[in-house]
């Protein structure tokens, strides 16, 4: 009799599996030679026919009790030239003993034994290290029906993953069977011989589509008055044209060259969270401060370095388009990363084709949004500026005047120039997206296919791999500034 069930892709010993161990140490026993009684290393051998301490409630292959954890093969052959027994145990030809077994599938409460448990032997007088020697399992045509397996696939968020291709995979790499989940995320594969493989999902051929759009912004106050706006940013400080006692009034002298101000990084962050589309924390405004602040500055004078215009534009992504979440990974990605993870993650924030959207992000219409959210702000900015500056002419701060001027003149440049800028750092950012999905073709969509099944196993329920999106904040480009506070 053959052996027809296996226990964590191993066969099961059993009574009649034809299983035998042999030990891999020397059996050594005191065997008399003439006068003396020296020890003598013997082999020893047993055999699953002699199986004894089996179960009693369960059976296989034609009712053979299996061994579990504890049962003996319950005599041994090779040895019998000891007449004076083992050194160890005193006796000869006695039971070999399983000292390990399946630590998942168990019989009647013990662990089942497999091929390559390890025994002792000869009553532990020595040890199979190397375990049982058990046939493979094998099962005729004539023994074995077929069987049909249902799978239904979905997204960690209970949306069904549908309209994709699947394969059920021998760990050899044979197909055994394939087809098309359904809209609901189901099919089923029938007339499936009893085989060990694994499940392997291809992208879903339904477009992508994000989970949900970022929240807009709402403000609840504008300050349209540019008085009271710049007495807002100010804070605890005072305009330099307001006379308040016992407070510094020296807030708004913007003079430096590299446009570097606290106080015009303030105005910065307060007017971009006012003027942004979608909502943005405190810390983003913070971020977007300083990296507009150094765009400012080096767009003055080099075009050329796109690295220093990097962080700037990912920021703005959140701010402006309905989907910067995403956009932002697409902006992050590396060709050096597995594109399974850049995928995963895009499965996180979305459903659909992962390897489609990845080719055609519309970055020329994401660009116009960008610098028309830029040339609004950039309008409210000169704005609060036309105002401050007003107020150093009215007292005769014609130095401040001239800083002033030097910061308007900087914006509408920093309009003119940004364009052409983004509109590189996204090429760039395409081409590596598009190396990305090259790369991504066939890749796999379920983590699980690296875990095996059994084809009568009735049903799989597989979830696509999602990854948490931890999104890096971008480090700005820095410069030395001896002219702010």
């Not at 008085?227 to 400080?237: K, L």
């Not at 697409?330 to 990363?337: G, K, N, R, S, T």
């Not at 992000?361 to 309008?379: F, G, K, M, P, R």
């Not at 800083?403 to 920093?414: P, S």
């Amino acid at each position: 009799m053959g052996v027809t069930v296996g226990a964590n892709g191993l066969s099961i010993v059993h009574k009649g599996s034809g299983g035998e161990a042999n030990a891999t140490l020397p059996d050594v026993c005191l065997t008399k030679v003439g006068k003396p009684v020296v020890p003598i290393p013997y082999g020893n051998n047993a055999k699953s026919a002699d199986l004894a301490g089996g179960t009693t409630t369960v059976s296989m292959d034609g009712g053979n009790s299996v061994a579990i954890k504890g049962s003996t093969f319950s005599k041994s052959t090779g040895d019998a030239g000891g007449d004076r027994k083992g050194v160890a145990s005193g006796t000869i030809e006695a039971e070999a003993k399983f000292i390990s077994a399946s630590p998942t599938v168990k019989f009647e409460g013990k662990g089942v034994c497999r091929l390559s448990d390890q025994m002792t032997m000869n009553k532990a007088n020595t040890m199979c290290l190397g375990g049982a020697q058990n046939p493979s399992v094998s099962v005729s045509e004539e023994q074995e029906g077929t069987y049909t397996l249902d799978i239904e696939c979905k997204y960690p968020n209970g949306l069904p993953y549908s309209n994709a291709q699947f394969s059920l995979v021998e760990p050899s790499g044979a197909v055994i069977g394939s087809g098309v989940l359904d809209s609901s995320g189901k099919a089923s594969v029938n007339g499936l011989a009893l085989k060990e493989c694994k499940l392997v999902l291809s992208e879903t051929q339904d477009s992508y589509t994000p989970n949900q759009s970022l929240a807009e912004n709402i403000v609840t106050e504008t300050y349209p008055d540019p008085n009271d706006f710049c007495t807002f940013v100010a804070g605890r400080r005072s305009p330099f044209w307001e006379d308040r006692v016992g407070v510094a009034n020296d807030w708004g002298i913007l003079m430096s060259p590299s446009f570097s101000d606290d106080d015009f990084k303030d105005i910065v962050l307060e007017q971009s969270r006012i003027s942004s589309p979608y909502a943005i924390s405190q810390n983003h405004s913070k971020d977007f401060s300083d990296a507009y602040v150094s765009a400012l500055y080096h767009i003055q004078t080099d075009t050329t370095a796109l690295e220093k215009y990097e962080p700037l534009v990912e920021l703005l992504l959140e701010q402006v388009h309905e989907n910067g979440d995403i956009l932002r990974v697409l902006y992050q990605a590396d060709v050096f990363e597995p594109p399974y993870e850049l995928l995963a993650k895009l499965r996180f924030l979305g459903t659909g084709n992962t390897v489609k959207y990845l080719q055609f992000v519309l970055w020329t219409l994401i660009n116009n949004q960008i610098c028309s959210y830029i040339d609004e702000l950039n309008s409210e900015i000169i704005g609060r500026l036309d105002f401050i500056q007003s107020q150093a002419s009215a007292r005769s701060l014609s130095s401040v005047e001239e800083g002033i001027n030097g910061y308007k003149k900087a914006l509408n440049h920093f309009k003119k120039a940004l364009p052409d800028v983004i509109s590189q750092i996204f090429e760039t950012k395409n081409d590596t997206l598009i190396s990305i999905s090259a790369m991504a073709l066939g890749s796999t969509v379920n983590i699980a296919s690296q875990s095996s099944f059994a084809t009568n196993l009735g049903r799989v329920n597989a979830v696509v791999y999602t990854k948490s999106n931890n999104l890096n904040r971008p480090s700005f480009v820095t410069f030395d500034d001896n002219f702010s506070d």
